[in-house]
């Protein structure tokens, strides 16, 4: 079946430094991949979706400038939390969509990662 | 505003009897729904979907049943086991691939 390899799992920062997470599908082509933000005991939001070589799209009220996301490549997408603050101390997940061969495959989640801004 | 709600936070069933926990939406656009389980700092764990051409779905022990007209849906977990005590979301899309709409996710406590 697909997977989707997210890392870190978990990563604690210094406020006004910067954090890369990555998330990779192992056995498909993720055409698309969306970002979610999770806050203790709040719903999964939707951040941003990102097609392979195009600009990502962002959800009202998500700052795209600090929220970097890239797509580069159909196997690999990051999220880069720039000049992080304690308030974007959450749980982020990312899901792809994409196909290998001829399987379609819908939504394949990562295993999220905790980020702890210190 | 809310495009799909799960309005009650928790739920408590005894193990061997049913569980049902429900979703409504209202987004007329949506057409695909799905059932995810999650555990905190994990992922969430697909469980069963339903597409709108059809009103039940059913796999082992959880049917997802879909009410077009109502808007809602609904999961029922029979027999409850005490490892499926976790947070249950309830998500929503339209079949042409857009993200995944989460509700706030219920919380389904089964005990023994």
């Known amino acids: 079946g697909a997977v989707v390899s997210q890392h870190p799992s978990r990563v604690i920062c210094k406020s006004g430094t910067s954090v890369k997470i990555e998330c990779r599908s192992l056995?498909?082509?993720?055409?698309?991949m969306f970002w979610y933000r999770q806050f203790p005991k709040q719903s999964l939001m939707l951040m941003a979706t990102?097609?392979?070589?195009?600009?990502?799209?962002?959800e009202q009220g998500v700052e795209k400038d600090k929220f970097l996301i890239n797509h580069a490549s159909l196997t690999l997408s990051t999220l880069t939390v720039t000049s992080a603050h304690p308030e974007d101390s959450s749980f982020y997940i990312c899901?792809?969509?994409?196909?290998?061969?001829?399987?379609?495959?819908?939504?394949?989640f990562g295993s999220g990662t905790r980020l702890t801004v210190v | 505003d809310q495009q799909v709600k799960q309005n009650s936070p928790s739920l408590s069933v005894q193990e061997g009897r049913i569980s049902i926990l429900n979703c409504d939406y209202t987004?007329?656009?949506?057409?695909?729904f799905l059932w995810y389980k999650k555990y905190p700092a994990e992922g969430p764990t697909f469980l069963i979907s339903?597409?709108?051409?059809?009103d039940k779905n059913e796999d082992g022990r959880f049917t997802v049943f879909l009410n077009k007209s109502a808007k809602h849906l609904s999961l029922h977990i029979v027999p409850s086991q005490p490892g499926d005590s976790a947070v249950y979301f309830c998500?929503?899309?339209?079949?042409?691939?857009?993200?995944?709409?989460f509700g706030k996710g219920t919380t389904l406590s089964v005990s023994s």
């Open positions: 899901s792809a969509r994409g196909e290998s061969g001829r399987m379609v495959y819908g939504y394949t």
């Open positions: 056995d498909f082509q993720a055409t698309t």
């Open positions: 990102s097609n392979e070589g195009s600009k990502a799209t962002y």
């Open positions: 339903i597409s709108s051409i059809k």
């Open positions: 987004n007329s656009m949506f057409d695909y």
């Open positions: 998500a929503a899309s339209n079949q042409a691939g857009t993200a995944l709409i």
